[in-house]
Each structure stands twice: as structure tokens, then as C-alpha cells.
């Protein structure tokens, strides 16, 4: 048999990681409460926002809450607080019994009676009227509202401005062949639902060692693999538990070497970008440091081998990708209301913030001079992981932005990974199953 | 202002009122069922009248005009016209409407006779005043004339109607020896005979003479009543001391029993019957004067069970304190004062305003007035609460804080025209030291600020009157019922907040406002008004008597209007007792302790006591003295010899008084929840649950009544039978259950009968299932029902499934009344809500009786316990769990003894005297770690300072003197051995203690790095592990990462909540609330986040 021996050269592209403002370093804990990310979020925004108002209201005044007068149309800019009757509360661990019946965790805590209210530095306002939907918004939110002060003083408001989506850097044009981006999240290696056989396939497909030299053709194109988030799951109980025999305890990391073994494997093939995630063994709040080296002993040999923080931004051949491991989408669909996830994504960049809702909802660092989560450009590809299933569509913004929204399905229940062409920002998913019926 | 309930103990008696013109009772209005607590003159007088003559406490008329003039502030009138009430329509001003109002309040003051209404009549006399509110919601202050005071004595045999009137000159000239300085121009008005009956034993004769004595003053009452009890000197007669009757009823109460009027209940005039008083005195849109033969009092039915639209204002005030040292009038100003006023029945206020001392930012949806001196605040109230003219005042330790901190302020102030508060134009406030104690709810002091007109309704005194809580701090108050904690700022830095900028006296204004919002939300979201207002109208009594006055207040007016009817009257008998005369109480049925795996049947007697009254004809004019039975020989079958030896007759001899009140409180009640449920509007379901309420709790109080033995009229022949019927009963429902249930009778098991508290017996029948153990229950019931005699009734209610009985009067259970499912869990006893507890014993046992009842899983809960216990000994207890609280309630010199919580604040002030505890704070402490031989009192420390230096606590004492009780008492029936197994396991073995950071020997030590996984100390290259733990880097980061995150979570989810509570996101977190749960937990959370955080940076190598 004559087999072409012609060797498939993987493609490159220009890498360039923009973690650095969502790196913590070495900022301290020192007694700063949380009044200061909002400041410097509103601060910052305002200034956004009242750089549009002479565009959108030329005519009218702009107002801070206390200088609200009744029935005077004006523009107000603030920080949306919404109030909502479910809304969890450590406090309740403490309410006045405990109650019999088990409390059912619900994935939403929308009630009819939730109200915003909107709050400046000089005071708040209730919110009234049928153009701002309470189920839209959720706290955090920095908007500018038309309208005015009613006689029961609320604000009555007739017009919403958003301060996005942000502009964007012109796409480079990629002449040439196609490069391809894989991003995977959700692999939960060491649950219940992770396939070891599931995962190797994906290894050997995108590294190559699967398929005929076509196949391997379009997979030499794939110039990066971005994991998106929760690559191991180790149960919890292990780390906090008291009584762990020594036996045990090094059973349970098991799978940290076992997905070292596998990462190895497709950092010899082609870069890959590694980015924590709520199961991850990092740190909980927003924004989530890179996860420790000393984890992957293995691949941490290979320059190849990225950590990142999620969020997660970077440059690939001066396409600008921005994504995070999926937490503030999941929160907003805790405390707000969507058709489906890519509408919430969409929202956040119409916002220009990553995540609202931290640090209300969402637990973020407590920043004291800056609010990360700010999105300055609009990025080309917005990826969120671990989802429940994969969804995409192009955003196109008011001044022609484009961008390719993406949610990423989780690996270990639903065998997908996503791939995207960086040129042409079309995107498909790859299936792999282990079922062989 | 803060508040707390200890709060100003020793504060100086109000030197408020410059007016020596008033008259100061320094009485202690005593209430019934109330043990006497000071000597002296006055306490004969268990309840008295107080005469105010009207020109005594009315300012000269100069006076008056300057006081008058409102404010010269513009701003301010044009929002007084806003707070005005409903214009009158002009059938009202030319008087051709009928007056139709809900009466909230009825005072009287001596006045001259009016000469219009009653002709030929001169002198002065008791004018009665009725404020109340119409349905259109204006106000109306109604005068009424006519109604004279009076009481009765018996007829002394032999006198005829000739005798009378010089009965009455005797009667006239003793009166007039001893007020010799009185000008009234005639003492007695009238001496009449009468035929009535005494309500004291049973008489078979229908009626006796008596005299009704008519006297010119309310006073007199009292007067007369002294000199014919004391013996008067009859012509003819001899020496004669008399027993009165109905001598001791308070005027008001008495026009209200003879006028058929109860609290809060709606009064008309017809058109024509009114006449508009010439001069008006009150701030009331409608003032008129009427006879009070005219009033028309309509029952509390239909359209008249409603509540007319009457102005609530809740209020609060903020004073800047010095520093060191609570708010004094003498030397503190007021700075804030916010107010909030509701329109009854309407969910949000209609005005909303914050009064501050020097300029305050806007707050939205609030009127912020502010203004540069005292003075001005100070007036500027008086002004609104003048135009707002409220019909009720609530807030906060308003009582014994607010209002006499403002009118001794303002007389500090030397503005004498601030105390014009009430609705009578020219009337200055009075304030004056009362003291209220009684059984039931102990002493307290407390002011009464008389506001005429205007009821005032303190919820602090509310909340100890209805509810047992563990602390009564508007905070934990709001937590318990709102669920909400309430931003708390020490009023240290209330002061710093005032002498700041507009900014931050909108901060401290914005607390203000809140703290006079949450006593309208508790009103609301406990009914309190229609509660209130429901238990006037069925007790009869004016609603201020329901706060100022104890219970037996309301059982006497009843009892009042019930003689009246029957024709008989009371006699003023005085507390026979010292108090300790007693007899056998209820019966508690021996607990056989245990953990019961079958279904419990509870077997309920349904209002024992009162059906025990009726079933028996138990009452005053029913008893039979032992002189009687013997003379009056009466049939036995016509007679009940109770089992306390005591006889009564049988109701077709005489029907008592005391069993028909109750019947009617009983049948009043099924109807009201009849009605309920039928209801449909929400108002008139409050109405009506507030009713049934009201009704249950005045047919139960009336026992109690009874047996008052300083009460108003103590008969204990009634309540001791009462008690050995119900000891009987519960022994003869335990013999019928016993002998019954039997394996002999047909039946799968010997019932057997666990426990029998008051009125309430306990039975296992044996059963595995609820539904069989309901069905021999419900059998039970009926058949032990059918030997009893009517209306008293065993029901069976629930089942106890399973039950953890410790001893008597403490046990908890899974509640089922139906088969499918369960309730609740029901404890008793158990639930350590006592103050001195801290947070983890509750929490411990708390999740103990759940993981045993409602998991029923034994050794989780044994599990759980363990792990507590080894959080403990480990040190990594929250510390908000281990926090004590005492109240601090005099200086350590005062105090006998050593305690800790004392000995703490004199360390502390030894720190730093300007935030430490103060008589009246409570004092926040944790037992710490100290030298050997440590007296207990030594160990106290403050929490925060334990935070931050890294102080040892000590688990030990948390463990024996804190936990191992409670535990044990779970535990007990439960576990073989729990003690060794709870307490000595071996979990208790491993130790770990946390180096201060602030000891002496600390600062000798050097600092050096440990290894992560090892703790050996590590040095040159290795920053982070030492070699041999080199190759768990993985493992050992896992864990240090897993921590922090953990914290960070908690950092989280605390601070957010403080920026939640406090209402803004964009300030900082002041509040220093040591009451809410999370204030110590947030503080640790942000040290420990900066610890975690070093040693994480540690990795990053």
C-alpha cells in the first residue's frame, strides 16, 4: 500500500494574552469593602455614557438623584439595584426557625413584585413605568433613563440608553488558509459523567492521530484549544472533611494527573490555553486566577502549555477573543430573564460589562481603583463554557460591530467541543460519542 | 436613638414641667393582678382618678397667643396646609349633619357646668371628653356633660328615706372637714336608695337596699369611700363602717359601662343634640358639647366593626450624644427627629419627613427640613404634630425615651411652648414616672407622657407584653417578624455623623427615617391595630388602658357591665392577701422521659378552665359560704361540692355571672371564626381574627382574675375549685384511658398514658401508624367526653410522632395533624432562647431535634455533635456562635458580685472609654483561654479585640458550662451513656489553639517560614514546601486553594448583605450592630481573606 508520506504542517498564528487586567497579583485584602468597585464602575461608565447623551437627548438636562425635580424631564446615569423578594440571603441562615420543609434550590429567584431602583452617589430612586423591564436587568447595570420624578417620587421612565456594545478593533483580514480555534469546556475529568474514552478520542482528533490525511488536513489547522473551565472535578468534601485517611487522600487527586496526562498530550500538538472554572481547584471569586502550574507537572514542561484567568482575553493573529468559563451568565439567568443564553451574552456587551452582577450576586475581588469586568472593546469572539447545550450567532452592533457569540456545551455530558475559524469567524461543533450504536 | 429596653434606669425624674399648677400623682398606677410593690399612703388607691382641672394646665392667655403663631418659615406653612385633615363639608359646619366617629380615647377634666345643657346648675363638674374619628377622617373631640360620679353602699337595716338626708349632711360635713381648702360649693350631690343585690354569695332573696351615693368630683369618689369605710358617726346608728361598692371604678370606665360604650367603638349625635362649643379648646375639627344621655353607641357589628381612616405617626429621634456617655437631655441636643404618618388601612405612608439640626442633602421620596438651632427643630415638630394631628402616636421606646427626651430637652431649652402636643389647644404635656407591675409581666418603669387626644402605642411595650423574645432590641425585633436586620450605628458615631456635612447627616437621616419605619411595618404585619382595637370593643375598656394597665382591668369591666345588667353591684374588697396565700395549682402527670418511636396521642381539654367554670356554675354569686350551707340547708341536688371542698349552687338556683360572661366570650368566638372563614376582605378578616383573638384570651384571663389575690376582687374559693376540678379531670381521663385501651377490651395494646400537663394528657395507644393512633385518639376523646359534664370537652388534635420526652414541661415532636403529614416540629422547653446562651447551643440543638425527629437518623445527629464539638476544641468555630450578651445594668461598683460582662466594660473603658458599654448596653463577650486558676469573670473578653488579636478562646468552658447540658437533656433518653459518648469521645482529643499575636512572649519570637504540608521550618531556596513534601504540591495546593475560596464565598455573600441592609451600594458599611448575627462573622471573614491570601501568594513561586 502506498501510503503518502507528505508531512502535514500544523498552521501558526500570533498569540497574545491581555490577562493582565484581570490578574490580581499583588493586591491585598486591607479592610476595603465593596462600595468601591461600584464607584469606580459608575464613575467610569458615566463617563461613557454622558460622551453618548448629547447624541441621544441633546435637549435635555442631566441629573443626579438629588437633583431630581417633580415632573422636570431630565437624564439620570446610575448603578441599577434591583430588589427581589427571593433573592438568597446568608441571613437566612439565621431566620427564626428552621424550616421543616427542605428548601427546594430554585434556578431562579424572578418574582413578579422585584423592582429597580436606581442609585448615584447621592441617593436612590425607585423606578416606574413600562419601558424598563425589571426582568431584563439585574443589579450592577449602569444606565442612562429618560423620564421624570412622579408625585409618589418615583421616576417615571420613558427612554433607556446602554452604554454599549463597545467599538471594536477592525478585524485583520486573513488571507491564506483557514485557522481554526477548538474551545472545549466542561470536562470534569474524576465525576461520575466523565469518559476517559470520550476525552482521548477529542485528544487524538484535534493532535491528529485520528482520522484520514483529509480529516487530518482540516485538523492541522487548529492553531489553539481553549479550555474553557471546570477540567476537574475533586469532591469537595475531601478538602474541607476532617477524617481523610493519608490512603485515600491521594487517590482523590487522581484525576488532576490524569487530565496532566491528557493536557501533555495536545500541548505537544499545538498551544493550549487552560482557564479555571467554578469546579476548578482556584479560587472562587471573579476574576479567576490562573490555575497553579505545580497542578501540571506533566505539561507545564511545554511552552505550549497556557494558564490562564477567567475571564479569559487574548489576540490571535489580531482577532481579539474575550470569554469566560460561564458564571456571569449563569448568574443572570438566576436573576434575570432571557430567551436563551446567547441573549444574556448579548446584554453584557450592550452594558459593556462582563458581569454586572458581581459583586452582588457573583463574588468578585474586591478592586479598589478599577473594575476589570469593563469592557473596553468590543471582542470578535465572545466564548462563555459550560453550558448545557451549544448555541451561536453573529452580534452586529450599531456601528457594524461583529461579533461571534458562543456558548460552549459541557464535554463530559454532551461530547462537544466548538470550533471556530478565526478568519471567517464561521463556526461548527465537533460530536464525539462512544456510543457505538 | 438606640433603644434598649434597660435603657435608662437611672435617669432623673422628670423636672419637667415648670407648672407647679399641676398636679403630680406620684402614685404607681398599679395594675391588677399586680403584687404590691411600695408602701406608702397612695397604694390604697389601687386605681384613681386624677382631677385636672381644665384652667390648671392651660396657659395664660398671652401665652397662649404667642405660642400660637406658627412658624415664620414659609416653606414650613405652605407644607402644614398639606398635611392638613378633609376640609368639613357645610352640613358639618352648620351642623346639620349627625356626627358619626370611632372613639379612640376618653379623658376627663373638671370644667365649669355648661348652662346650656344643664340648667340651673352651677359649679364645677366633670366634663368628659370622647376624641375620635369619622369616616371621612376628620377629627372630633366631643364634651359631654352630665354624667355625674357615684358608688354604692349598703343600707344600714333600719334606715328609712328620712334618714337619708341626714345621712347626707353627716356624709356632706365629714367631706367638708377634711378638704377644708376645697371651694366646691356641695361635696355629696345626691344619696339615693336603691335596690340591688350584692354580686358576693349566693342570697335567695331577690334584692337588698342600697344607697347610691351622687358626689360633684370623680375625686370624691375616693374621698367618701375613705371616710365610710374608715366609720362614720350616724345619728341614731352609732359608729358605722360601711363596705362600698363599685368605689373603685375609674370615671371614664364608669360613663362607659353606663353609657354602653366600648373601646374603640363608634359614637353618633344625632343633629340637633350637638351643640358647637362657642370657644373651641382642641386642635379637633369638630368640637361640640352634648348631654350624655344623647349618645347614641353602636355595637361593633356590620358597618361599625370597621376602623375609620385615623392618622398613625410613627416617629424617631436621633440625639448627639457626648462622648463616653448616652444622651442626657440636660446637656444633648436633638439633631433629628423623622416622622412617617399612615392613614389606617392604607399599605404606604402619606407623609414622609426627616426634621434635622443643620443642613441635611435631599432624600428622595422624603421632605428634608432642616434648620440652624434647636429651638426650631424642636418647634417645628410641635407645629406638625399640630397640623398632622395624629390619632395615634407609635415608635419606638417612645414611652420611656422620645417623648420625655423631648419635653425635658425643650425644658432644658427653656421653650415653654414646645409641650403643646396633645389635642387640647392650652394643655401642656405632663410627664411623670410610673411603675407598672404585675405578675405577669414584672416591674417595669416607665414615663407617662399624657398627650390628650392621642393614644400612644410604644411597640417596645407591645413586644414585651405579646411576645417572649430573647432580646427586645427594635434590631433582633425586625429580625424576628420582618426578617430583616436593621442597620445599627453606635451612638458614638451618631455624633460624628451630625458634626460632618450634609452628606453625612443624610447618612444618619436615612437611619432615622428607617427606624421610624420599622415600628409602622411591625403594626402592620402584626395586626396590632385591629388587635388592639378588637380587644377594647370585647373587654370593653378604652384602648390605653390595654398598654397602661394589667389584665384584670379588662376582666372587671365586664364583670361591671354584666352586674349592671343583673341588677348587682361589686363590692371594692381589697387584696385580702400578701400574695403568698396560694393554693394547689394544676396538676402535671408524672413524665415517664423517653424517646417514643409510635405515635404519641395528645388528648386536649378545649378551654378547660373556662368550660370547668360554666360546666360547674362557678362563680362569685353562686358560692355558698360554709355559715350558709349549714343555715340555708339546700338540697344537695341543687347544690356542686367541688373537690376543693368549696360549695356552689346549680344555675336553676342562680345562674352565674362569671359562665355567662364566659359563654358569651365562647359563643362571641366561634361566631367571629365562623365569620372569618366566610370573609372575604382582607380588612374585615383582620377584623375579625383580631376579634377571635381578643376573646380567647379574655375568656382565658378570667381564671386568673379570680385568683389575683391583690386583685380587684380575689375570690379564691372559685380558682381553687377551678384547679382540683382540673386535676381531677386529667386523673380521671388517665384512669379511663388506662382501663379502657386494654389487650382485655378488645384492643391490639395496653394504651399507655406518657405525660399530662394542664390540660392536656398524653397517651401511646401503641400503635405503629399516625391514622390508627388519630382514630384511638378521636375514639378516646369522645367517648372520656360523654363522662363529663357540659360544655367541658376532651378533643383530640395531634399526634406526637415521634417524641422525645425529657421531663415535665420540656419535650419536642413531629406535629401531625393528618396522617400524610406532618406540621411542624414541635418543642418545648427545649428551645434555649435565653439570652445568656450563645448562638451555638441554639443552632446545636436546633439541628439535633431535626436530625433525630424529622431525619430520623440517631447517628448524624450524634455525628453532628462530634464534629461541633471537635470544631470547637479544633478552633474553628465561628465566633459570632460563641458570643455571649448581658445587658450592662448598673457600674461594676453596684454589683455584688463579679460578673464578667461587668468586669469586661471596666476593662474596656480602661481601653478606650468612648467606645466602650454603658449602663444600659449590652455587653457583647466570649470566655477566652487565660492563666491557670483564672477566676471565670477574668475570662470575659470583647469579642472584636479577640478578633484582631488572635486570642485564644477557651473551649472548655464552652464546652461543660455551655453545651453539655442542653446535649445531655437531648441525649439522655436517647443514648446509653451519652455523656462519655457525646462529651469524652474521641473526638475530643484533638486540639488546637491559636497564638495570640498581641501576648508578651510573642514579641520575643522570630518569624520564620513553615512548610505548607509540614509545618518544619523551611529556609534558602524552598519558599513554600520543605523537600520531603515536594512531590504533594498538587495535593496540598488543592487544599490551600479550596480554603480560599471558601473564604472568598463568605467575604461574598457577608458584605453584600451589610451593603443590602443599609441601602446603598455606592458607601461604605458603618453599621456595628452587635446584635445581628453576621457583624462578627464579617469582620473575621475579611481577616481571615487577608491571612488565606498571604499564604496563597506563598505558591506563586
Request: aromatic content about 8%; proline content about 5%; charged content about 25%.
Amino acid at each position: 500500500m502506498d501510503v503518502d508520506r507528505k508531512v502535514i504542517q500544523r498552521q501558526q498564528s500570533t498569540y497574545r494574552s491581555m490577562d493582565e487586567i484581570f490578574e490580581i497579583k499583588n493586591e491585598k485584602y486591607r479592610g476595603q469593602q465593596y462600595s468601591q468597585i461600584y464607584f469606580t464602575r459608575l464613575h467610569h461608565m458615566r463617563n461613557l455614557l454622558y460622551s453618548l447623551i448629547p447624541k441621544w437627548r441633546p435637549d435635555l438636562p442631566v441629573c443626579t438623584v438629588l437633583g431630581l425635580e417633580e415632573g422636570k424631564q431630565c437624564v439620570l446615569v446610575g448603578t441599577i439595584y434591583k430588589h427581589m423578594k427571593l433573592k438568597p440571603r446568608i441571613l437566612d441562615e439565621y431566620s427564626k426557625e428552621r424550616s421543616v420543609v427542605p428548601i427546594v434550590k430554585p434556578h431562579n429567584f424572578m418574582h413578579p413584585e422585584d423592582h429597580l431602583i436606581l442609585e448615584d452617589e447621592s441617593g436612590r430612586v425607585k423606578l416606574s413605568g413600562n419601558v424598563l423591564v425589571p426582568s431584563v436587568f439585574v443589579t450592577g447595570v449602569i444606565l442612562a433613563l429618560l423620564g421624570k420624578e412622579t408625585t409618589d417620587s418615583e421616576f417615571l421612565v420613558e427612554d433607556i440608553l446602554e452604554a454599549g456594545p463597545p467599538s471594536q478593533i477592525e478585524r485583520p483580514v486573513i488571507g491564506g488558509e483557514d485557522k481554526y480555534v477548538v474551545f472545549v469546556s466542561g470536562l470534569c475529568v474524576g465525576s461520575s459523567t466523565f469518559n476517559p474514552l470520550q476525552f482521548q478520542l477529542f485528544v487524538d482528533h484535534v493532535t491528529g492521530y485520528l482520522g484520514e490525511v483529509k480529516e487530518q488536513c482540516i485538523e492541522s489547522k487548529i492553531v489553539r484549544v481553549v479550555i474553557a473551565g471546570n477540567s476537574i472535578e475533586i469532591p469537595k468534601c475531601v478538602l474541607t472533611g476532617q477524617t481523610v485517611n493519608s490512603k485515600d487522600q491521594s487517590k482523590l487527586f487522581e484525576p488532576i494527573k490524569e487530565l496532566d496526562i491528557s493536557l501533555t498530550q495536545l500541548a505537544v500538538a499545538m498551544p493550549v490555553d487552560i482557564m479555571p472554572g467554578t469546579g476548578d481547584p482556584a479560587n472562587f471569586s471573579l476574576p479567576q486566577q490562573a490555575l497553579n502550574r505545580c497542578l501540571f507537572p506533566g505539561t507545564s514542561a511545554y511552552n505550549t502549555f497556557f494558564t490562564c484567568t477567567n475571564p479569559h482575553s487574548f489576540e490571535l493573529d489580531g482577532v481579539r477573543f474575550l470569554g469566560t468559563s460561564g458564571q456571569n451568565i449563569d448568574d443572570l439567568e438566576k436573576y434575570s430573564d432571557a430567551k436563551d443564553k446567547l441573549e444574556f451574552m448579548e446584554r453584557t456587551l450592550r452594558w459593556s460589562h462582563l458581569a454586572p452582577t458581581t459583586p452582588n450576586t457573583l463574588g468578585c475581588y474586591p478592586f479598589t481603583d478599577r473594575d476589570p469586568f469593563f469592557i473596553e472593546n468590543c471582542p470578535h469572539i465572545y466564548f462563555c463554557g459550560n453550558q448545557s447545550e451549544y448555541s451561536s450567532r453573529m452580534l452586529k452592533g450599531s456601528e457594524g460591530q461583529l461579533v461571534r457569540l458562543i456558548c460552549i456545551p459541557r464535554f463530559c455530558e454532551t461530547g462537544v467541543a466548538v470550533v471556530v475559524n478565526i478568519g471567517s469567524l464561521e463556526c461548527h461543533t465537533l460530536n464525539f460519542s462512544t456510543n457505538l450504536d | 436613638m438606640r433603644r434598649n429596653p434597660t435603657k435608662r434606669r437611672g435617669a432623673p425624674a422628670p423636672s419637667s414641667n415648670p407648672s407647679k399648677r399641676l398636679q403630680h400623682k406620684g402614685t404607681a398606677e398599679t395594675p391588677a393582678f399586680a403584687q404590691q410593690q411600695h408602701a406608702g399612703v397612695a397604694i390604697e388607691e389601687d386605681m384613681m382618678d386624677e382631677d385636672v382641672f381644665l384652667e390648671e394646665t392651660a396657659l395664660k392667655l398671652e401665652e397662649d397667643e404667642e405660642a400660637l403663631l406658627l412658624m415664620q418659615n414659609e416653606a414650613l406653612s405652605a407644607r402644614l396646609s398639606r398635611w392638613k385633615r378633609p376640609s368639613l363639608s357645610s352640613s358639618y359646619l352648620s351642623s346639620n349633619e349627625n356626627i358619626i366617629f370611632q372613639q379612640l380615647d376618653i379623658d376627663h377634666v373638671i370644667g365649669e357646668t355648661h348652662k346650656e345643657l344643664i340648667p340651673g346648675s352651677s359649679g364645677p363638674s366633670a366634663i368628659l371628653r370622647m376624641f375620635g374619628v369619622t369616616k371621612e377622617g376628620h377629627s372630633v373631640c366631643c364634651h359631654v356633660h352630665g354624667f355625674e360620679p357615684y358608688f354604692y353602699i349598703s343600707c344600714p337595716p333600719g334606715m328609712g328615706p328620712d334618714d337619708i338626708s341626714r345621712f347626707h349632711q353627716t356624709l356632706e360635713g365629714r367631706m367638708r372637714e377634711t378638704n377644708r381648702n376645697s371651694n366646691v360649693p356641695r361635696f355629696v350631690k345626691r344619696v339615693e336608695i336603691v335596690k340591688k343585690k350584692s354580686i358576693m354569695y349566693y342570697q335567695p332573696q331577690p334584692c337588698h337596699s342600697f344607697l347610691k351615693i351622687v358626689v360633684s368630683l370623680p375625686t370624691m369618689v375616693a374621698g367618701c369611700r375613705g371616710i365610710l369605710e374608715r366609720g362614720i358617726q350616724l345619728e341614731g346608728l352609732g359608729m358605722k363602717n360601711f363596705i362600698t361598692y363599685e368605689s373603685n371604678v375609674l370615671f371614664a370606665l364608669r360613663f362607659m359601662i353606663d353609657c354602653n360604650i366600648v373601646g374603640g367603638n363608634w359614637i353618633e349625635i344625632s343633629s340637633g343634640k350637638y351643640k358647637k362649643t362657642t370657644k373651641n379648646i382642641s386642635h379637633c375639627q369638630l368640637e361640640v358639647d352634648c348631654l350624655y344621655s344623647e349618645l347614641i353607641s353602636h355595637n361593633p357589628e356590620g358597618e361599625f366593626s370597621k376602623m375609620a381612616p385615623f392618622r398613625i405617626l410613627s416617629f424617631d429621634i436621633e440625639c448627639a450624644g457626648r462622648k463616653g456617655h448616652f444622651p442626657e437631655p440636660l446637656h444633648d441636643p436633638v439633631i433629628q427627629i423623622s416622622n412617617l404618618v399612615t392613614l389606617q388601612g392604607e399599605d404606604h405612608p402619606f407623609v414622609r419627613n426627616v426634621m434635622t439640626l443643620k443642613s441635611c442633602s435631599p432624600i428622595i421620596g422624603v421632605d428634608v427640613i432642616s434648620f440652624d438651632n434647636e429651638r426650631d427643630v424642636l418647634l417645628a415638630w410641635r407645629d406638625f404634630i399640630r397640623e398632622v394631628d395624629p390619632d395615634i402616636i407609635i415608635g419606638y421606646n417612645i414611652c420611656k425615651f422620645d417623648l420625655p427626651y423631648l419635653i425635658e430637652r425643650a425644658d432644658t431649652l427653656k421653650i415653654a411652648e414646645f409641650p403643646l402636643l396633645g389635642r387640647i389647644r392650652i394643655s401642656r404635656v405632663r410627664v411623670r414616672d410610673t411603675t407598672f407591675s404585675s405578675r405577669q409581666y414584672g416591674i417595669r418603669e416607665s414615663k407617662e407622657v399624657t398627650l390628650e387626644g392621642r393614644v400612644q402605642f410604644d411597640l417596645l411595650q407591645v413586644m414585651q407584653r405579646d411576645y417572649k423574645l430573647s432580646s427586645y432590641s427594635l434590631n433582633s425585633v425586625s429580625a424576628h417578624f420582618l426578617g430583616e436586620q436593621k442597620e445599627d450605628v453606635h451612638y458614638s458615631i451618631i455624633t460624628e455623623l451630625q458634626n460632618g456635612s450634609p452628606e453625612t447627616r443624610r447618612r444618619l437621616a436615612v437611619y432615622c427615617l428607617k427606624d421610624a419605619y420599622l415600628p409602622q411595618r411591625l403594626l402592620d404585619k402584626l395586626m396590632f391595630v385591629y388587635n388592639y382595637v378588637e380587644m377594647a370593643r370585647v373587654t370593653g375598656v378604652p384602648i390605653s388602658f390595654l398598654l397602661s394597665r394589667g389584665q384584670s382591668i379588662k376582666v372587671l369591666s365586664q364583670l361591671l357591665r354584666k352586674a349592671k345588667q343583673k341588677n348587682l353591684v361589686i363590692p371594692n374588697v381589697k387584696g385580702q392577701g400578701s400574695g403568698q396565700d396560694s393554693f394547689e395549682g394544676a396538676t402535671v402527670l408524672e413524665a415517664k422521659a423517653g424517646f417514643y418511636e409510635k405515635p404519641i396521642a395528645t388528648l386536649d381539654f378545649a378551654s378547660l378552665y373556662p368550660s370547668i367554670m360554666m360546666a360547674y356554675n362557678l362563680c362569685y354569686c353562686t358560692l355558698v359560704t360554709p355559715e350558709d350551707v349549714r343555715k340555708m340547708n339546700l338540697p344537695s341536688e341543687s347544690v356542686n361540692k367541688t373537690p376543693s371542698g368549696e360549695t356552689f349552687v346549680k344555675p336553676d338556683l342562680q345562674k352565674g355571672i362569671l359562665p355567662e360572661i364566659l359563654e358569651e366570650l365562647l359563643t362571641a368566638r366561634k361566631r367571629a371564626k365562623a365569620d372569618l372563614k366566610e370573609a372575604k376582605d382582607p380588612f374585615e378578616r383582620a377584623v375579625l381574627d383580631g376579634r377571635q383573638l381578643a376573646l380567647k384570651i379574655s375568656a382565658n384571663s378570667v381564671y386568673g382574675f379570680t385568683g389575683a389575690t391583690v386583685g380587684q376582687l380575689p375570690c379564691l374559693e372559685i380558682s381553687s375549685s377551678v384547679t382540683s376540678y382540673g386535676r381531677q379531670m386529667i386523673e380521671h381521663t388517665k384512669k379511663l384511658v388506662t382501663e379502657r385501651f386494654t389487650t382485655l377490651g378488645g384492643y391490639e395494646h395496653n394504651a399507655e398514658v406518657v405525660y399530662g400537663d394542664t390540660d392536656s394528657v398524653m397517651v401511646q395507644f401503641g400503635v405503629q401508624t399516625v391514622e390508627s393512633a388519630m382514630n384511638l385518639g378521636r375514639e378516646a376523646a369522645e367517648f372520656i367526653s360523654g363522662t363529663f359534664t357540659k360544655p367541658i370537652k376532651l378533643e383530640f388534635e395531634k399526634v406526637y410522632y415521634p417524641y422525645l420526652l425529657i421531663s415535665k414541661k420540656r419535650y419536642a415532636g413531629l406535629f401531625w395533624t393528618n396522617p400524610n403529614k406532618y406540621d411542624k416540629m414541635d418543642t418545648k422547653g427545649i428551645e434555649t432562647v435565653r439570652r445568656d446562651n450563645c448562638l451555638l447551643v441554639k443552632n446545636l440543638v436546633n439541628e439535633c431535634l431535626h436530625k433525630i425527629l424529622i431525619d430520623r437518623d440517631v447517628p448524624s445527629a450524634v455525628q453532628y455533635v462530634k464534629d461541633t464539638i471537635s470544631d470547637l476544641l479544633m478552633n474553628r468555630m465561628d465566633l459570632s456562635l460563641l458570643v455571649i450578651t448581658k445587658g450592662l445594668t448598673k457600674t461594676g461598683d453596684d454589683y455584688a458580685v463579679k460578673t464578667a460582662h461587668v468586669e469586661l466594660a471596666e476593662r474596656m473603658k480602661k481601653r478606650d472609654a468612648s467606645t466602650a458599654p454603658n449602663v444600659g448596653d449590652r455587653v457583647p463577650y466570649v470566655i477566652i483561654k487565660a492563666a491557670k486558676g483564672a477566676k471565670a469573670y477574668e475570662k470575659s473578653e470583647d469579642p472584636i479585640y479577640v478578633l484582631e488579636n488572635n486570642i485564644p478562646i477557651d473551649p472548655q468552658y464552652y464546652l461543660e458550662n455551655q453545651i453539655s447540658k442542653p446535649l445531655l437533656r437531648i441525649f439522655d433518653p436517647i443514648l446509653k451513656n451519652a455523656s462519655r459518648e457525646l462529651l469524652h469521645g474521641s473526638h475530643t482529643r484533638s486540639v488546637s489553639i491559636s497564638t495570640p499575636s498581641n501576648s508578651g512572649i510573642m514579641k520575643f519570637a522570630k518569624k520564620q517560614l513553615t512548610c505548607l504540608g509540614c509545618k518544619t521550618v523551611i529556609s534558602g531556596a524552598n519558599r513554600t514546601l520543605c523537600s520531603h513534601c515536594k512531590g504533594r504540591e498538587a495535593e496540598l495546593y488543592c487544599k490551600t486553594i479550596t480554603h480560599v475560596s471558601e473564604l472568598e464565598i463568605l467575604f461574598g455573600k457577608l458584605w453584600t448583605q451589610c451593603q443590602e441592609c443599609q441601602g446603598s451600594l455606592h458607601q461604605d458599611v458603618l453599621c456595628t450592630s452587635r446584635d445581628c448575627p453576621i457583624f462578627y462573622r464579617r469582620k473575621k471573614a475579611q481577616k481571615d481573606m487577608a491571612e488565606a491570601k498571604v499564604q496563597l501568594d506563598r505558591w506563586d513561586f
